[in-house]
């Protein structure tokens, strides 16, 4: 079932008057999982537990600008399991007044972050922080943070946990922008040890020629 559903966000009230800007943001869903893409962004460094979900796209002429993550803080010797989500925040050209999040499938620990933008631009290449596989009695996190890079050049880093190490980044999508996003998850495990979040990649579409 497609879920759709719209947050209204008010970002700004000029004390020297009335005036107040609005965001209107939905809920994609899996309501434009048929959009084209050109090619999957991957990085080698995720980890084994899981399964890969579905995709999930922004719509036509849409591609991430900014991101949010689900992230469970440090539990203190009970089972820690860092990042749990990632959800993509979809803009059409530079106006960022109605955008679309897509973030398939999520964990069901920790809480979502404050959305990080690209100044302009869109989002192009990510690099992950992954914990490697702790052994058969120890605690797996598996991935803690992500990077990603702006087309416009800066650099963004969610506020995740920091176990493990980042690995490479993974390729560019150039000439367009990441426009979908696919998790590998890990099933809540009951009173076994959780890792949730264990890869991720991002489709990479071409803008529209004009």
């Given at each position: 079932m497609?879920?759709?559903?719209?947050?209204?966000?008010?970002?700004?009230?000029?004390?020297?008057?009335?005036?107040?800007?609005?965001?209107?943001?939905?809920?994609?869903?899996?309501?434009?999982?048929?959009?084209?893409?050109?090619?999957?962004?991957?990085?080698?460094n995720?980890?084994?537990?899981?399964?890969?979900?579905?995709?999930?796209?922004?719509?036509?002429?849409?591609?991430?600008?900014?991101?949010?993550?689900?992230?469970?803080?440090?539990?203190?010797?009970?089972?820690?399991?860092?990042?749990?989500?990632?959800?993509?925040?979809?803009?059409?050209?530079?106006?960022?007044?109605?955008?679309?999040?897509?973030?398939?499938?999520?964990?069901?620990?920790?809480?979502?972050?404050?959305?990080?933008y690209?100044?302009?631009?869109?989002?192009?290449?990510?690099?992950?922080?992954?914990?490697?596989?702790?052994?058969?009695?120890?605690?797996?996190?598996?991935?803690?943070?992500?990077?990603?890079?702006?087309?416009?050049?800066?650099?963004?880093?969610?506020?995740?946990?920091?176990?493990?190490?980042?690995?490479?980044w993974?390729?560019?999508?150039?000439?367009?922008?990441?426009?979908?996003?696919?998790?590998?998850m890990?099933?809540?495990?009951?009173a076994?040890?959780?890792?949730?979040?264990?890869?991720?990649?991002?489709?990479?579409?071409?803008?529209?020629?004009?």
């Amino acid at each position: 079932m497609v879920r759709l559903f719209t947050i209204v966000a008010v970002l700004a009230v000029l004390s020297s008057g009335f005036c107040e800007e609005k965001i209107f943001m939905q809920r994609a869903g899996v309501a434009f999982s048929n959009r084209e893409y050109r090619s999957m962004l991957t990085v080698t460094n995720g980890e084994q537990f899981g399964s890969w979900t579905w995709p999930e796209m922004c719509p036509d002429n849409f591609f991430a600008v900014g991101f949010s993550v689900r992230v469970e803080s440090n539990q203190y010797g009970l089972d820690d399991t860092a990042l749990n989500g990632i959800r993509l925040i979809c803009a059409k050209d530079e106006d960022r007044s109605f955008l679309y999040t897509v973030e398939s499938h999520t964990g069901y620990f920790g809480v979502w972050s404050q959305p990080q933008y690209c100044p302009s631009g869109v989002l192009t290449s990510f690099q992950l922080r992954v914990e490697p596989h702790q052994g058969l009695f120890g605690d797996d996190t598996t991935v803690n943070n992500i990077k990603f890079r702006c087309s416009s050049n800066p650099m963004l880093e969610a506020p995740g946990m920091d176990w493990g190490e980042y690995g490479h980044w993974s390729a560019e999508c150039t000439n367009g922008g990441i426009c979908g996003i696919e998790s590998k998850m890990e099933e809540y495990q009951y009173a076994l040890d959780d890792s949730t979040l264990n890869d991720v990649r991002f489709h990479c579409c071409a803008k529209s020629q004009q």
